[in-house]
């Protein structure tokens, strides 16, 4: 079965860098999309971008533009997500989420999350 | 970009009760509108994608139904599990989700 697991809950500084792992197993990795998406305390759901697995192909939201940087490792299955210049505003739960077919934008598996904390 | 609005931001109802949750785009977006499912401490879960397919898995008493710039998802009839914040999605063109329609219980 389709599985992406996240690594652990992280506590930075502001102006830091934070890199979440998303490990996938259960699918051939470099066969579907894998979106990141976060969602701050208590608010909605806000995409990131998506990597293409297979080339390492990329595109970002403009609003992370300059600051995030998604890469994969195909020898071990796993998508990262790096985030540079945290704010306090950064702090969230960050996803992993692989497209349902190849690329389609439709988020149909998810990791389990990983917190990001932001604070001084 | 394409904005995503949603209404209501939340609503009450009781098990039993026929849930109708709207979704409305700036623009045209075809049928490319997919519904997802969030508790409170989970990821969400995909219920509906291309406007009106249910995910495999996902109770028939969920549906979705439009296209072009309005859409809808309905539970038929509402269970104890289906509490939760109900989020739309575009994927016409650059993902973004809609804010949200939290459904409480009354």
């Known amino acids: 079965q389709v599985q992406l697991v996240q690594s652990g809950a992280e506590v930075k500084k502001p102006g830091a860098s934070v890199k979440v792992s998303c490990k996938a197993s259960g699918y051939t990795f470099t066969g579907y999309y894998m979106h990141w998406v976060r969602q701050a305390p208590g608010q909605g759901l806000e995409w990131m971008g998506w990597i293409n697995p297979n080339s390492g192909g990329t595109n970002y939201a403009q609003k992370f533009q300059g600051r995030v940087t998604m890469t994969r490792d195909t020898s071990i299955s796993t998508a990262y997500m790096e985030l540079s210049r945290l704010r306090s505003d950064d702090t969230a739960v960050y996803y992993c989420?692989?497209?349902?077919?190849?690329?389609?934008?439709?988020?149909?598996?998810w990791g389990q999350g990983t917190l990001v904390t932001v604070s001084s | 970009d394409i904005q995503m609005t949603q209404s209501p931001s939340s609503l009450s109802a009781s098990v039993g009760d026929r849930v109708t949750i709207t979704c409305r785009a700036s623009q045209s977006i075809s049928s490319y509108l997919n519904w997802y499912q969030q508790k409170p401490g989970k990821a969400p879960k995909l219920l509906i994608y291309a406007a009106s397919s249910l995910q495999s898995g996902v109770p028939s008493r969920f549906s979705g139904s439009g296209s072009g710039t309005d859409f809808t998802l309905t539970i038929s009839s509402l269970q104890p599990e289906d509490f939760a914040t109900y989020y739309c999605?575009?994927?016409?063109?650059?993902?973004?989700f809609g804010p949200g329609t939290k459904v409480d219980i009354k």
């Open positions: 989420a692989r497209d349902r077919v190849a690329v389609a934008g439709i988020l149909s598996y």
């Open positions: 999605q575009q994927s016409y063109s650059t993902p973004y």
